[in-house]
């Protein structure tokens, strides 16, 4: 069965602090495709990445950057100079063409950016 | 380009009545999801279509529950016979073939809530 754990339920911080989520995930697959979606307080889910399980390269983008470690299965994302805007559910989720493509998703952790 | 839309965005209904939710997604995605989520979790698969097939509905999804995606374009999800635990975000998502470009993009999602 696929799995995805977000051990941390709420960060604060205070403004343009750094911030790392973490996201742990199991699967028994071995072409799996990982996510970070960003939900508001608006309620709309907002994709920020995917990630192929055979790409281990990091990626940064602006003041985002995400860490996938199949060694350790985690795929941790990190916010630079954090912003009151970035407050929000992060949500990480798995997928496989084993499972239909469907997103498992991890409980979420709510960051709050405090000014 | 619009994005997913849903309607309605919120609905209250009373116990035991049925309620009809629809969903347009992107038009050039061929695969259209449907997802729950429940207060400070993170979403769950309930359904999907590949075009206008439905090809896998999850446990979650009891008889009480009907989906159709006609013609492939927008979908509706139907409740029958409403309960106070339907109350919930339901969440549409669509998707290009999955594979390579498998992310998901959601649409605002409908509040349910069941009094």
């Known amino acids: 069965a696929q799995k995805v754990t977000q051990a941390q339920t709420e960060i604060s911080v205070v403004e343009k602090e750094d911030v790392t989520l973490d996201c742990v995930y199991e699967?028994?697959?071995?072409?799996?495709?990982l996510f970070w979606y960003k939900q508001p307080p608006s309620g709309e889910l907002v994709f920020l990445i995917r990630?192929?399980?055979?790409?281990?390269q990091n990626e940064i983008s602006g003041r985002y950057s995400w860490n996938f470690q199949k060694s350790t299965s985690s795929f941790n994302f990190t916010i630079t100079a954090s912003q009151v805007v970035d407050s929000a559910v992060y949500f990480c989720?798995?997928?496989?063409?084993?499972?239909?493509?469907?997103?498992?998703f991890g409980s979420g952790t709510r960051l709050l950016v405090r000014p | 380009d619009t994005g997913v839309s849903q309607n309605p965005r919120h609905k209250i209904t009373k116990r035991g009545q049925n309620v009809t939710f629809r969903c347009d997604p992107i038009?050039?995605?061929?695969?259209l999801y449907w997802y729950r989520q429940t207060l400070g979790q993170g979403p769950e698969f309930l359904t999907y279509?590949?075009?206008?097939?439905?090809?896998?509905k999850s446990r979650l999804l009891s008889d009480r529950f009907s989906a159709e995606r006609p013609k492939g374009s927008f979908s509706t999800l139907e409740i029958q016979r409403t309960e106070q635990g339907d109350s919930a975000m339901y969440l549409c998502?669509?998707?290009?073939?999955?594979?390579?470009?498998?992310?998901?993009?959601f649409g605002p999602g409908t509040r349910l809530t069941v009094t």
């Open positions: 699967t028994r697959d071995t072409t799996y495709y």
């Open positions: 990630r192929n399980s055979f790409d281990e």
């Open positions: 038009s050039e995605h061929n695969r």
């Open positions: 989720a798995l997928c496989s063409m084993d499972s239909s493509y469907k997103l498992i």
């Open positions: 998502a669509s998707s290009l073939e999955p594979g390579t470009r498998s992310e998901q993009y």
């Open positions: 279509f590949q075009n206008e097939a439905q090809l896998e």
